[in-house]
């Protein structure tokens, strides 16, 4: 089992910056890639970026590139996204998620074995 916990939500203006952290506990070696997320409200759950946490390797959704980073610290588990230049339709519960590939959807099936439980993101304009 695996547990993941997201920190760093919070109300920012847009154009502002956020960090989101997703500490990863338990037994990890059953992944190797994480990722971010999010869904707003009526809307359905995107994938914005992920990452290979053994090599590094990265994908962003285009909405994501060029404004977030993703990044995975292996000494502490944690998976980061920082996120800059946010925009109002970046509002959203973020989920940070671990499974096996990079991206984790690869439509239909969505490649995620563990979910955190979300934290909320709003940018207002």
């Known amino acids: 089992q695996v547990q993941l916990v997201e920190s760093g939500g919070g109300s920012v203006q847009a154009g502002g910056s956020l960090r989101l952290s997703c500490t990863a506990s338990g037994y990890t070696g059953s992944t190797n890639t994480m990722g971010w997320f999010r869904q707003a409200p009526g809307k359905e759950r995107e994938e914005v970026a992920c990452?290979?946490?053994?090599?590094?390797?990265?994908y962003y959704a285009d909405s994501a590139k060029g404004r977030f980073a993703i990044s995975h610290d292996n000494a502490k588990n944690t998976l980061y996204l920082q996120m800059n230049s946010l925009k109002p339709e970046d509002t959203a519960m973020y989920y940070c998620?671990?499974?096996?590939?990079?991206?984790?959807?690869?439509?239909?099936?969505?490649?995620?074995?563990?979910w955190g439980q979300g934290t909320q993101v709003t940018v207002s304009s």
């Open positions: 990452i290979y946490t053994g090599g590094g390797s990265t």
């Open positions: 998620a671990a499974g096996s590939v990079c991206p984790l959807w690869v439509r239909p099936t969505i490649w995620v074995i563990y």
